[in-house]
């Protein structure tokens, strides 16, 4: 449950800094039913006193839930980015704009399953999650600069108690929204990085997918958000690919395999002899990568 220590300060240094933001208030809300969810499924396994909380089928359901009212309620607001209203996709020339329709709001519900999930499955090991997630909320914040810039809400205050009128701050809502969350993930892991005293649990975990999510549904940036939580994909692939071959082995064969030694991917490589912290520090090294890669895509996507 460490997520309750560091998820609501993202949040708040966000929204006091953009107070009047229709987005930031949007995706914070996302963040927030995501981390209830987390919660819900941190304090059971609590009671129960052992891991299983929510079944894993309740708790994709709930998710489902959560991304589906989320997807409605953009398609029934006014937000600022041009994409959103319009259900179009930004994606680096020559493929340019891609009309999505009604298929938007699947896209959306799809990327709040799979983000908040892809998370929580990468939360096995001390500053993993938390530090790609950091990097991925940065990848995500330089794409979508473009996208609506503005006012950020405290300077424009400020900006008309001084009797400036029009002034603008050049950057995006969302994007103070992505750096304070990366802020807030990097103060955790000083309580999380090798040997840990402090876990984010699924409140954690998934509050990170939902908001990563969100900043892309805002805005049609869903490219650079799998770019940027690259490892998060890794993950999640890995455990989807394990579970597919074992079951077809085992309906053909009789004896289920495995096509790595454990799963999620980062438990194959300690298996396979890496220790911790190297592990940890080269997902860290992909991500900074993944994350200027990302903030690029999106800067000539849109």
């Excluded at 053909?252 to 592990?279: D, N, S």
Aim: hydrophobic residues 50%.
């Amino acid at each position: 449950m460490g997520g309750l220590f560091f998820v609501p300060i993202g949040i708040v240094v966000a929204k006091s800094m953009c107070f009047s933001s229709i987005e930031v208030s949007r995706v914070a809300t996302a963040t927030l039913a995501f981390a209830a969810i987390g919660l819900f499924d941190d304090v059971l396994s609590h009671v129960k006193n052992h891991n299983s909380g929510l079944s894993a089928w309740i708790r994709i359901l709930l998710e489902v839930a959560a991304g589906t009212w989320f997807s409605f309620w953009l398609d029934t607001t006014n937000m600022s980015s041009p994409y959103c209203m319009k259900m179009l996709v930004p994606l680096p020339a020559p493929l340019g704009l891609v009309c999505l329709g009604k298929y938007y709001l699947f896209l959306t519900t799809f990327c709040f399953v799979s983000m908040g999930n892809g998370v929580n499955l990468t939360d096995g090991l001390d500053g993993l999650a938390g530090g790609t997630a950091a990097l991925a909320f940065i990848g995500m914040s330089i794409s979508v600069l473009p996208i609506c810039p503005g006012q950020i809400g405290f300077l424009s205050t400020f900006d008309s108690y001084l009797g400036y009128k029009g002034a603008t701050v050049l950057g995006d809502d969302l994007a103070v929204f992505g750096a304070s969350m990366a802020g807030a993930c990097f103060g955790f892991l000083l309580h999380n990085r090798y040997k840990a005293s402090v876990f984010m649990g699924d409140t954690g975990s998934l509050a990170l997918g939902g908001a990563l999510a969100a900043m892309a549904a805002c805005t049609g940036m869903f490219f650079p958000l799998f770019i940027s939580s690259g490892i998060f994909v890794l993950e999640t692939v890995s455990v989807i690919m394990q579970v597919s071959y074992f079951k077809t082995t085992k309906f053909f064969q009789g004896a289920g395999r495995r096509l790595f030694r454990m799963a999620p991917f980062h438990h194959h490589l300690e298996l396979c002899g890496l220790k911790e912290p190297i592990i940890v520090a080269g997902a860290y090294v992909i991500s900074c990568w993944l994350a200027v890669v990302a903030g690029y895509v999106g800067l000539i996507s849109a």
